[in-house]
């Protein structure tokens, strides 16, 4: 494809509904520190291998109380590294200043749960472990630390070998045969950090679904061979369903990276492949008779049962009406009867779509959308890809993207995707019934 309250809201136009203003960490002052607690999260498929939290998490900083909104993020970080244990050799010091600038983002916008794409993938948790040890939990510039006891991350398709020749270049092996392209397993993996506690035992994933085993479904099948075509698996990287308990009321965190829908021939097998992987969750949340074709790792199957509260989030690759996604492909989320699209903005886009120029300038959708900040000359230009959409049974009250205009605290950390990452972070605040 960077602050004190009043800053916030001078970088991002926000939706203001009925909600209580969230009370965000100030930038100069560290959040207080009392007793320490602890969190855990597994999966509950047997092909996951989660990573729990060590009991460093602040008791002050777990969460908000009371009738506070519950703020939910999405960041695609760009965490990613061309070697396997790259990332984790660079966050295991304090002093990458690439990782730096994006706990500095996450610290100015203060999410209560966010879910990070573009994170490689250790076992054990190590690398996950170290961002928040090493970087979310420190002071970045005077920003206020904020701590994540709980955190679940998890295997992904991406890098690894399929044992076919899935790219057709005649030759089986590299990041083209993956079930994900990817140059080893784990690259370009996802986090998810929450202030709550994760429901171990009832994290579902669906790393292994077919592709194949969703009726209706846009695989080409002029493409694929058919040995292709019964072992294909859907996820580019994994969609998992992480149970977070707020209160007395849980919130299903909906985590998922589709394909980018380009980098392909006329046969569009990554469009249609993101199209399908943003229809799974559209089928999962919506009636037991559309869902009811799905399993996850563990085997058991349909989706969310109706009147349960989610939230859908992560860098979906499709913008509704712009770049090169397979029509009407996020629409399947925008458009579901039980999904509320709060629509974040952000003055900063308007004023780069502009200044860019290029590709911009052909677009149909309002650029104060926009989520990415990506090649504008021939394209795609800057788009909307990364969403925070919250079912309908959660309100709403203030959304943004923090992509500051030149000069206003935090571009330094956002105009320059050299120095962070090619996307900017998207947040919901929505009230949960019951949160204390």
């Known amino acids: 494809m960077k602050n004190s309250l009043t800053a916030l809201a001078a970088t991002c136009l926000v939706l203001p509904l009925a909600c209580a203003t969230p009370a965000l960490a100030s930038p100069a002052v560290p959040a207080s520190a009392t007793a320490a607690t602890s969190g855990a999260a597994t999966s509950g498929a047997a092909a996951a291998t989660a990573a729990a939290s060590s009991a460093n998490g602040q008791q002050g900083q777990k969460a908000q109380q009371g009738n506070s909104p519950l703020r939910v993020a999405t960041y695609n970080a760009s965490l990613n590294r061309g070697a396997e244990g790259q990332l984790l050799r660079d966050l295991s010091t304090p002093d990458n200043e690439q990782a730096q600038n994006i706990a500095e983002v996450i610290q100015i916008n203060a999410p209560d749960v966010v879910l990070v794409n573009e994170f490689d993938y250790v076992p054990g948790g190590r690398a996950a472990e170290a961002f928040r040890d090493n970087y979310l939990s420190v002071s970045q510039n005077g920003k206020a630390p904020q701590d994540y006891p709980y955190y679940y991350t998890a295997p992904v398709n991406t890098g690894v070998p399929s044992g076919m020749d899935l ?94 829908p380009s980098f392909d021939g006329p046969e569009d097998r990554n469009g249609r492949r993101n199209n399908d992987e943003i229809r799974f969750w559209s089928d999962y949340v919506g009636s037991p008779s559309r869902s009811r074709y799905i399993y996850d790792d563990a085997g058991a199957r349909g989706g969310l049962t109706p009147g349960e509260r989610f939230v859908v989030l992560g860098d979906y690759n499709s913008d509704p009406n712009d770049g090169d996604s397979y029509p009407g492909a996020i629409d399947q989320l925008l458009d579901s009867s039980r999904v509320r699209d709060p629509r974040p903005t952000s003055a900063g886009a308007v004023q780069a779509a502009a200044l860019q120029g290029g590709a911009n300038r052909t677009h149909v959708s309002d650029p104060a959308y926009d989520t990415g900040d990506f090649s504008d000359t021939p394209a795609p230009g800057n788009l909307r890809t990364d969403y925070v959409l919250p079912s309908k049974n959660l309100q709403a009250c203030r959304s943004g993207v923090f992509w500051p205009k030149l000069g206003e605290p935090g571009s330094e950390l956002t105009s320059d995707p050299a120095a962070t990452t090619d996307h900017h972070l998207v947040w919901v605040d929505v009230k949960v019934p019951g949160k204390h």
């Open 167 to 260: 790219d057709q270049n005649g030759s089986v092996g590299g990041a083209g045969d993956a079930w994900g392209f990817g140059q080893f397993p784990g690259q370009y993996g996802m986090v998810v950090y929450s202030k709550y506690p994760i429901d171990r035992e009832q994290v579902r994933t669906f790393q292994n679904f077919r592709w194949q085993d969703m009726p209706g479904n846009e695989m080409p099948t002029s493409y694929y061979t058919p040995e292709h075509q019964r072992k294909l698996r859907l996820s580019s990287k994994s969609h998992w369903d992480v149970p977070v308990r707020v209160g007395h009321q849980t919130v299903h965190v909906l985590a998922a990276h589709p394909t980018p």
